[in-house]
């Protein structure tokens, strides 16, 4: 008997995650991960009992990658500002999903009912932790006019509605986000 490769399940969702980015998410499937590691299909079936479950870590990955993948993306990371902050996550959002759109959308939505209903909340755990980042920069942006603003919105609810804006503008004209951003400063900067 030949010698048998070792593989884990970080091994298996790396693969099955270059893949996806390299050929589209319709590209993963056991069989293809299984073949592209080396190993035998019930190797795969040790860590993921399903097509499914493999898609949706490879799509978490995907949302790990948007939001940790740059360092711009790091409230801590400069004192640009709230705003600046909220358009480099629009922009980094907007060109990591220019390929999950036309390539990875199709192939998610013929999951099944739970897979689609696990891979939304992975999902909504990402936008989350976005959330968490926008919140840390509006408290290190010392610019803002807090009195005039919290006296209307908290920041949970401001940081809440940024990110609709942001999530729900994905593929919007340059000049309509360009347009929500400057609204954003006047609303929040005194004027100078």
Known sequence: ????????????????????????????????????????????????????????????????????????????????????????????????????????????HALGMRARAEGKERESKSFEHMRQGLMRAYEKDAAIDRARIEKEIDVEQLCSLVLKSIVGAFGASREDRTAFFSLLRAALYPSV
Request: charged fraction near 25%.
């Open 1 to 108: 008997m030949g010698a048998h490769r070792s593989i884990d399940a970080a091994d298996i969702l790396e693969t099955a995650y270059r893949l996806a980015k390299e050929q589209g998410l319709a590209s993963v499937s056991v069989r293809s991960v299984a073949a592209a590691c080396g190993v035998s299909i019930g190797s795969i079936y040790n860590y993921y009992p399903s097509k499914d479950s493999l898609i949706i870590d490879v799509v978490g990955v995907f949302w790990q990658e948007v939001i940790h993948g740059s360092p711009d993306l790091e409230p801590d990371c400069d004192n640009r500002g709230f705003v600046d902050f909220a358009e480099r996550a629009a922009s980094a959002m907007d060109e990591a999903l220019s390929s999950f759109r036309s390539d990875w959308l199709p192939e998610i």
